[in-house]
């Protein structure tokens, strides 16, 4: 078959240059994105940050060249059909609603600022770092929930940006460093529990004295970015009784993310030992 009778072939009434040029163009597209990705992976077993970015920009701009691309290809042909796209672009918008909705939500998150690629955040309850983003959906590399522990699961999380319209997005991008990390002792009543205190603050004094500089400048950071006076690099004991008439010591203190959970444990371990001499 020659290309003058493709051409003219009765394709229900659509012209067929305009869709023989609409594949080629979404196939030429999708290849060279997909060759790109494959480039920049072989480079390297991991991939950076910096990288995720720009995976995240040509991923934008492969969606934008198509979206042009296919509004240049079908526009003379759309002119004649003018009166008739009223209903049909109402009846598109009614089916294609949840898709209007993550578009939407896509520009609300630009616009906003919200989430970038690198951050750590928290969406409709699902936490992780931002590791690509288009115009449709987000995806996060998760992290453990339970908000005590800061490793990855191991699983990507695709969200839908229509969830930018009704969800509240918590960024915490510091905790990618440094964070406030909590945990509590709960003992007798007639134990010493300043003897507690102190042991539980020379442990968490030991672990920290070879990060304690980058500490205090990560926490000036946060305090000049988020404009407030935080609480500091110092750990901090508050007391308390419970309704067993036991005594509940909540510790607070600023420690490296990756060694918060050993951190704490070699605090319990110390306090746990004082505790049973």
Known sequence: MTWGRFFALDWGGLPAVEIVLSLALVLAVMIGRTLFERYLRRRQQFISEKQWRVLAKVKNAAFLIIVVGLVAIWAPSLKTLALSLTAFTVAIIIATKELIMCLSGGVVRLVSNSARVGDW?????????????????????????????????????????????????????????????????????????????????????????????????????????????????????????????????????????????????????????????
């Open 121 to 277: 955040v928290e969406i409709d309850k699902i936490r992780g770092q931002v590791v690509a983003m288009d115009l449709l959906s987000t995806t996060l590399q998760e992290i453990h929930s339970d908000g005590r522990s800061y490793e990855f699961t191991g699983r990507l999380v695709t969200i839908p940006n229509a969830v930018f319209l009704s969800q509240a997005v918590r960024n915490e991008t510091f905790y990618g460093k440094y964070v406030y990390h909590k945990f509590s002792l709960i003992f007798d009543a007639g134990k010493d529990f300043a003897a507690v205190e102190t042991v539980v603050l020379d442990s968490l004094s030991r672990d920290m004295a070879p990060h304690l500089d980058k500490a205090r400048r990560a926490n000036e950071t946060i305090e000049r970015k988020a404009g407030l006076d935080l609480q500091g690099v110092d750990p901090v004991i508050v007391f308390e009784t419970t309704g067993e008439a036991k005594v509940r010591m909540n510790v607070t203190a600023f420690l490296p993310t990756r060694e918060a959970i050993r951190f704490e444990q070699n605090a319990v371990r110390a306090a746990l030992a004082l505790l049973a001499a």
